[in-house]
């Protein structure tokens, strides 16, 4: 209950722009005493809000806290499904395995788990993946299509799509995809897509997508191993990144594509996706469990797989692979 009186104050002050908002409005809107609101303000403030108090006129928020919260989330949210339900912690294993059991446990679509940090963030193929505490985004979002589970690696690419036009519109920069889920600036890996499935042998249970993104970390923070091949929207700006913009953006893209999807199919999609491929035309080098292929990038198909011409003129369909290129 505590939860849902705060997402209405949240819903009031990201409806009243800058206006004051008085301290009976809100009792009336959320439905609670005038005291309430006076507490619910003040535990606010401990989260890192700044509040402006004015006799006879009320409240309004001036400045979010830059450590990410959920209710710093929840203002300003632009979504109706997506980000409706957050599961926020400060340090996890991996928001991939909370997501996990939220699903198994019936948490709806759109439920978000969030992280300041993973202790043994996951990639694609089993490797880790490097998560600081407050720098980037860590999420899982949990989605429930009415889908055949072939079609589930579709949304991997639905998601990359999405969060390359959050970060344009935020930053105006223009990152690009490397198939299937890793997204670059200048050649440096900025964002992993890892997409799990949970699902039956005719109908899906649940799509988890984790999705992580450098945000606010220095070069130094990497390990040597990773400042050669690693970046991040700071050090590529040269500016210090409000996560939560950045997360509530990326919702907001990802669950109006989910829909243009679902009511269109792939081919909107795909041709999104292929005009931010970095591969498309290029001589690359796929690597299988069955052996590595050379040859040419031409496209993804209508389900999404990677369409590769060998050097004998052969068309190859890729579905998993390590892309060098």
């Not at 990038?297 to 892309?323: F, N, R």
């Amino acid at each position: 209950m505590q939860s849902e009186l705060r997402k209405r104050l949240l819903d009031a002050f990201t409806n009243s722009g800058d206006d004051f908002l008085s301290g009976q409005y809100l009792a009336d809107l959320i439905g609670c005493t005038r005291t309430a609101v006076w507490k619910h303000i003040e535990e606010l403030r401990k989260e890192g809000f700044e509040l402006e108090a004015v006799r006879r006129k009320g409240y309004r928020i001036v400045k979010v806290p830059e450590k990410i919260t959920e209710n710093e989330v929840r203002l300003g949210l632009m979504t109706k499904r997506l980000g409706q339900h957050i599961h926020y912690e400060e340090s996890v294993d991996s928001t991939q395995k909370i997501a996990l059991q939220l699903s198994l446990d019936g948490a709806p679509e759109g439920t978000v788990v969030i992280a300041e940090e993973q202790t043994n963030g996951r990639g694609r193929m089993a490797r880790t993946w490097f998560s600081p505490k407050y720098t980037g985004i860590w999420m899982s979002v949990i989605l429930r299509p009415q889908l055949l589970p072939h079609k589930a690696p579709q949304l991997t690419l639905v998601t990359a799509v999405a969060v390359v036009q959050a970060i344009e519109e935020l930053v105006s920069i223009k990152p690009q995809i490397k198939w299937p889920n890793d997204i670059l600036i200048d050649g440096k890996k900025m964002t992993g897509i890892l997409t799990e499935l949970q699902a039956e042998s005719d109908r899906i249970n649940s799509v988890i997508i984790g999705i992580g993104i450098n945000a606010n970390q220095e070069l130094e923070v990497y390990p040597e191993e990773l400042q050669s091949i690693a970046t991040s929207l700071r050090i590529e700006t040269g500016k210090t990144i409000n996560r939560a913009e950045l997360i509530k953006l990326v919702l907001a893209k990802i669950e109006h594509l989910y829909d243009v999807y679902l009511q269109e199919g792939f081919y909107p999609i795909k041709l999104l996706w292929e005009s931010y491929a970095v591969s498309i035309g290029k001589m690359i080098t796929a690597r299988m469990l069955q052996g590595n292929l050379y040859g040419k990038a031409l496209g993804i198909t209508d389900d999404g797989a990677l369409m590769m011409e060998d050097e004998l003129g052969k068309v190859h369909l890729v579905y998993s692979a390590d892309i060098e290129i």
